[in-house]
């Protein structure tokens, strides 16, 4: 059993760490165990024999979902549980299984605590997440090989992209996706839309025939402004696209933008160049997968601040313009970028 409850962006992360399980055990049932709607990213994906649902976040009916989750982990009978999650709930939920007779033999999780009996080195202080879930992985002895996310694209998804592409004339290598939004509640990580626009600006000088702007209903305002701002050469599929039909669309891209936001987790599982534009979060924890990814960020005293409240100057962001995220797009020297900042730029005072 694989457990990984999570948003998007988690979960996207996590399928490194699942591919490299499945195979290590390329005979075994997997069974993987996730919150709705993500189960949805995994219908009749090959590495798992099922895929069940837990909607531990549930308003009503949380503690009926919980009993009968622990009813069916003790009828499965287990031989060995990968706790991708490995938070309290998680870890206490497993434990109450062990107290009430489940004899479930290997216990794999990233703390080097009860109830795992296999984990990663306990001073691991790594702030990605994906690094501490192979720590549990290498010490039972699986390869942890995967570099970047892995999933498995429906026929039906892969159809849908490709008349995308063929409807908006979309090459492939000659147009750019940019990922402009994130939730609603994660506001503070958005670039901006005159960012976006100057970018796809400059883009479509020489670089590419069309910028795709993806999104959901949350950045429906950003991607018309960004549409409003630059004119022809932005395709707008806002709205047009299920969460799959990004991938396949991703792996034609030359080149992908976003800000720190489950989507661009999704399309990184795609070897195009991506540069993802941090501010309020700490790169180093929330980058995507992948050697083709570069995240980018002011040299600030502020940064990883994680504000979700009002920030009266949103320096971070600001201070990073679209020929620093051109720059990071060719970048060859590290998983981040720092942009350097002159303290006048800051918008901050002395103290």
Same mark, same amino acid.
């Given at each position: 059993?694989?457990?990984?409850?999570?948003?998007?962006?988690?979960?996207?992360?996590?399928?490194? /760490?699942? *591919?490299?399980?499945? =195979?290590?055990?390329?005979? #075994?049932?997997?069974?993987?165990?996730?919150? %709705?709607?993500?189960?949805?990213?995994?219908?009749?994906?090959?590495?798992?024999?099922?895929?069940?649902?837990?909607?531990?976040?549930?308003?009503?009916?949380?503690?009926?979902?919980?009993?009968?989750?622990?009813?069916?982990?003790?009828?499965?009978?287990?031989?060995?549980?990968?706790?991708?999650?490995?938070?309290?709930?998680?870890?206490?939920?497993?434990?109450?299984?062990?107290?009430?007779?489940?004899?479930?033999?290997?216990?794999?999780?990233?703390?080097?605590?009860?109830?795992?009996?296999?984990?990663?080195?306990?001073?691991?202080?790594?702030?990605?997440?994906v690094?501490?879930?192979?720590?549990?992985?290498?010490?039972?002895?699986?390869?942890?090989?995967?570099?970047?996310?892995?999933?498995?694209?429906?026929?039906?998804?892969?159809?849908? /992209?490709? *008349?995308?592409?063929? =409807?908006?004339?979309?090459? #492939?290598?000659?147009?750019?996706?940019?990922? %402009?939004?994130?939730?609603?509640?994660?506001?503070?990580?958005?670039w901006?839309?005159?960012?976006?626009?100057?970018?796809?600006?400059?883009?479509?000088?020489?670089?590419?025939?069309?910028?795709?702007?993806?999104?959901?209903?949350?950045?429906?305002?950003?991607?018309?402004r960004?549409?409003?701002?630059v004119?022809?050469?932005?395709?707008?599929?806002?709205?047009?696209?299920?969460?799959?039909?990004?991938?396949?669309?991703?792996?034609?891209?030359?080149?992908?933008?976003?800000n720190?936001?489950?989507?661009?987790?999704?399309?990184?599982?795609?070897?195009?160049?991506?540069?993802?534009?941090?501010?309020?979060?700490?790169?180093?924890?929330?980058k995507?997968?992948?050697?083709?990814?570069?995240?980018?960020?002011?040299?600030m005293?502020?940064?990883?601040?994680?504000?979700?409240?009002?920030?009266?100057?949103?320096?971070?962001?600001?201070?990073?313009?679209?020929?620093?995220?051109?720059?990071?797009?060719?970048?060859?020297?590290?998983?981040?970028?720092?942009?350097?900042?002159?303290?006048?730029?800051?918008?901050?005072?002395?103290?």
């Open positions: 059993l694989i457990i990984k409850w999570s948003a998007l962006g988690d979960v996207a992360m996590s399928t490194c /760490a699942m *591919e490299d399980v499945a =195979r290590a055990f390329p005979h #075994a049932k997997i069974e993987l165990n996730n919150l %709705p709607p993500r189960d949805k990213l995994f219908l009749g994906d090959p590495r798992f024999n099922s895929v069940s649902k837990i909607n531990i976040r549930a308003k009503q009916g949380k503690w009926s979902a919980i009993w009968a989750w622990m009813q069916q982990v003790r009828h499965e009978r287990y031989d060995l549980i990968v706790d991708l999650q490995s938070n309290d709930r998680s870890r206490f939920m497993l434990m109450f299984l062990q107290w009430t007779g489940n004899a479930t033999r290997y216990l794999i999780g990233n703390h080097a605590s009860r109830p795992y009996n296999i984990y990663g080195p306990a001073e691991l202080s790594d702030p990605n997440p690094q501490r879930m192979r720590a549990g992985l290498i010490a039972a002895g699986i390869p942890v090989n995967t570099p970047r996310p892995v999933l498995h694209i429906p026929e039906h998804n892969k159809k849908h /992209a490709s *008349e995308l592409q063929k =409807r908006y004339g979309l090459t #492939a290598g000659r147009y750019a996706i940019f990922y %402009p939004g994130c939730q609603a509640a994660g506001y503070l990580k958005r901006g839309e005159d960012k976006y626009a100057e970018l796809a600006r400059q883009l479509l000088l020489n670089e590419v025939e069309h910028v795709v702007l993806i999104g959901g209903k949350d950045e429906v305002e950003d991607c018309r960004i549409t409003e701002l004119g022809d050469g932005i395709v707008n599929l806002c709205g047009e696209t299920e969460v799959l039909d990004i991938v396949p669309l991703a792996h034609d891209a030359k080149y992908q933008v976003g720190d936001t489950g989507t661009a987790h999704l399309a990184a599982s795609s070897s195009q160049p991506m540069v993802v534009v941090c501010g309020p979060t700490d790169p180093y924890r929330v995507p997968q992948g050697d083709n990814v570069i995240a980018i960020q002011a040299d005293p502020c940064i990883n601040c994680y504000c979700r409240q009002d920030c009266e100057h949103r320096s971070c962001m600001k201070a990073i313009q679209p020929e620093h995220v051109i720059e990071a797009l060719h970048y060859k020297d590290g998983p981040v970028m720092i942009v350097p900042v002159h303290k006048t730029q800051q918008g901050l005072s002395d103290s």
